[in-house]
């Protein structure tokens, strides 16, 4: 599983206006559902959804990076995108700084073992502090793509 193939790169927000974790996740599902990634009905649903998750424990892990994620039925693809604050967003996360990359995670009800399997992924190369940092300072959509797809042909450890 690549990155760039988890990731729409269409839904990508390299400047989010949300300023709490509520309003960058309906930020980030509007994205994907204008990219068509979602339905436009089922958006509040699978919104609300990830809300509940959120708020069952926050997804912010530290290192100024959260994803979001949930596993619903209206969902028939996994689909993942990325929103960047460079103001900083209160994810309440595990070392209560702000979020500045936010990697929102959206997969099919029955499919577990694909979603952890995103989540690996994601984590693993979050885990690295330049990937962070670089996903940070990117300023436009087509400079995250490049950034995934460098770290797409990176082996994995």
């Known amino acids: 599983m690549k990155l760039t193939e988890l990731i729409h790169a ?3 927000i390299p400047e989010l206006s949300g300023t709490n974790r509520l309003e960058v996740i309906q930020e980030l599902m509007q994205s994907l559902a204008n990219q068509g990634a979602i339905k436009e009905e089922d958006i509040a649903v699978v919104t609300k959804a990830a809300i509940s998750r959120e708020k069952q424990g926050s997804t912010g892990f530290g290192k100024g990076v959260a994803v979001p994620h949930v596993k ?11 929103g960047r604050s460079s103001a900083g967003v209160d994810f309440n996360s595990l070392d209560r700084a702000p979020v500045y990359t936010i990697v929102l995670l959206l997969s099919p009800a029955n499919e577990n073992d694909q979603h ?12 690295r502090e330049t990937f962070r ?16 797809q460098e770290a797409d042909e990176l082996r994995d450890e």
């Open 72 to 82: 619903h039925a209206k969902i028939t693809k996994m689909i993942a995108t990325i």
């Open 10 to 12: 269409g839904a990508i």
């Open 133 to 148: 940092r670089f996903l940070r300072q990117a300023d436009s959509a087509e400079a995250m793509v490049e950034l995934l």
């Open 116 to 127: 952890l399997a995103a989540m690996e992924k994601i984590f693993r190369h979050l885990q």
